[in-house]
């Protein structure tokens, strides 16, 4: 059994610690890195790194800071580390006065920026500087959770522009880096993932019309998205799936 090495981008809560927490189970990963942007929201996670400090190691990242980017990087690379799994669970949908927008009349170049800068842009300065430590003869993955009312094809309800339109961005960032992988790293599988509505803070107020059986545990979404990573293949990178397997449109 090979030993390989992983890091989930925003593992401070949710999802991201969910997958922190599973795969901390697979006894073939020798180090997760963990990224969190503020101790104050880290606390389960860093909680769980002290119990398993031989396995877990926290960096905090800002992911609208290209140098902190940059720097986690440059950390495991000066380890003598590789990857073969990435997982980037970052993602903003409501936070304070930043809200879904219901019309037109409540957009704010403001708020779109805000969107843009973490849902989309942080995910291709990622794969700027990722490139170096998924480059190797093993399969490795770099997933990322988009959503699927970021799908342009599937949207017949219109709102939340930004939220939209960042995920929408962020596919096709995710797109076009598959593509330049598929040259330079061809072993990398680049995917982005619907989770499906998932039982987290960011779903929390939106939860009132989801159907008991259509909003998931974290423990559930995880356990669903990492039988989708286990069976794609070279010829599934650049695609967008959903927790269950199949191709979402874009």
Known sequence: MNESNALVIGASQGIGLGFVHHLLQQPQIKTIYATYRSKDSAVGLLALAAQHPERISCIAVDITQEVQIAACCD?????GNLLQWVINCVGI???????P??????LNSEQLMRYFQV????????????????KHDDRSIFATISAKIGSIGDNHLGGWYGYRASKAALNMLMRTASIEYRRRSPQTIVVTLHPGTTDTQLSKPFQRNVPP???????????QL???LDGVNKEDSGQ???WDGSKLPW
Not at 119 to 134: D, E, V
């Open 75 to 79: 950390q495991i690379q000066t380890e």
């Open 213 to 223: 059986e259509k909003l998931f545990s974290v423990d559930r979404t995880v356990t």
């Open 226 to 228: 990492l039988a989708v």
């Open 119 to 134: 849902n989309s842009i942080g995910a291709a300065l990622w794969a700027k500087h990722l490139l170096p430590l998924l």
């Open 93 to 99: 949908l409501h936070a304070g006065d930043l809200q």
């Open 101 to 106: 927008e219901k019309g037109l009349r409540q």
């Open 240 to 242: 967008f799936f959903s």
